[in-house]
């Protein structure tokens, strides 16, 4: 049995579009699974979502915990809908029914390049504003006083939110009145999507997605924020990912140029779906008829090289 520089190079090339890596990617983060776009580490994924949403260890008892980052600080993912396309996540320094934060909040922002955006159904309400200072309030003349002070965020339209919230055992414990509430939805975050507290002269907020059909009752709401995102411009999910996806390979990423990859769970990772991986280990399931007959012609190469 003997080879050539030639017939060594030839082999490669033809093995090379079904063995690119031997990366495993996850399919799970905590209780969590993992799709695309998203993944559990590096070349698992989408890249473009990879920098912000990452799995993490967070004890010693190896517990994971899918975490969402922005400039503003790290962020639980509490729930994926990737019918609907859209990612929740918690903020443990906003206040709810159950827990008033009694630390200074910075708010919450997405970083304006992030492939994010706010869904529709979700609200935000400032709490604790200065009406003497904070610029979400003006004067309706008069002579001045508070009284006159109008809130320039949103209105609460037919549901009382303000009212609903300050009834909430954990957030009347801070002994301030309603009007220094103000509903702010997301659409008024601006180009950057950043509510700086510190400039709005607030020192905390509550954020919801769902009333859970319960609008009267605030204990019984979704707190969280609602992020929506994209596969792209077009918002097309990736033909190559969703034939990875049909033959049970993993969606993912290689090189400089972030070339797709299908990740396998046979190890052997390929260019365009793990039927190939599936078919080597001869296993019970089986190839497409054009894999099977590419899979014999490769086989048969190898055998007319290497003899």
């Not at 975490?67 to 994926?80: E, F, K, P, S």
């Not at 659409?187 to 907020?205: H, I, N, Q, R, T």
């Not at 497409?288 to 590419?294: Q, R, Y």
Request: hydrophobic share 30%; net charge negative; glycine share 8%.
């Amino acid at each position: 049995m003997t080879t050539t520089p030639t017939s060594s190079l030839l082999l490669l090339l033809l093995l090379l579009p079904f063995i690119v890596s031997s990366q495993t990617c996850r399919r799970t983060c905590g209780k969590l699974p993992l799709k695309f776009p998203f993944g559990g580490g590096p070349g698992c994924g989408d890249p473009r979502f990879q920098q912000y949403v990452t799995c993490n260890t967070i004890d010693d008892h190896g517990q994971e915990q899918l975490t969402l980052t922005t400039h503003t600080g790290c962020y639980q993912v509490t729930a994926i809908d990737y019918v609907n396309q859209v990612l929740y996540i918690s903020d443990p320094s906003m206040s709810t029914c159950s827990c008033i934060n009694t630390q200074p909040s910075k708010g919450f922002g997405l970083d304006s390049d992030a492939p994010f955006s706010f869904h529709d159904e979700t609200v935000f309400a400032l709490l604790d504003c200065s009406l003497s200072s904070s610029p979400i309030y003006h004067s309706d003349g008069g002579n001045g006083s508070d009284q006159y002070k109008v809130p320039l965020c949103d209105n609460q339209g037919t549901v009382p939110i303000c009212s609903f919230l300050y009834s909430c055992r954990a957030i009347s414990t801070i002994n301030l009145p309603i009007s220094t509430c103000c509903v702010y939805t997301p659409v008024d975050l601006g180009p950057a999507y950043d509510m700086d507290l510190e400039k709005l002269k607030c020192s905390s907020y509550s954020a919801f997605y769902s009333f859970n059909g319960r609008q009267s009752d605030p204990d019984s709401w979704k707190y969280g924020m609602a992020l929506k995102y994209k596969f792209s411009v077009y918002n097309e999910y990736p033909r190559t990912c969703a034939e990875c996806e049909k033959s049970y390979g993993v969606c993912g990423y290689t090189g400089p140029y972030n070339s797709f990859i299908c990740n396998c769970a046979s190890g052997i990772n390929s260019t365009s779906d793990c039927y190939f991986g599936q078919n080597y280990n001869f296993g019970s399931r089986l190839l497409h008829p054009w894999k099977t007959g590419a899979v014999l012609l490769v086989w048969l190469l190898v055998w007319v090289l290497w003899t």
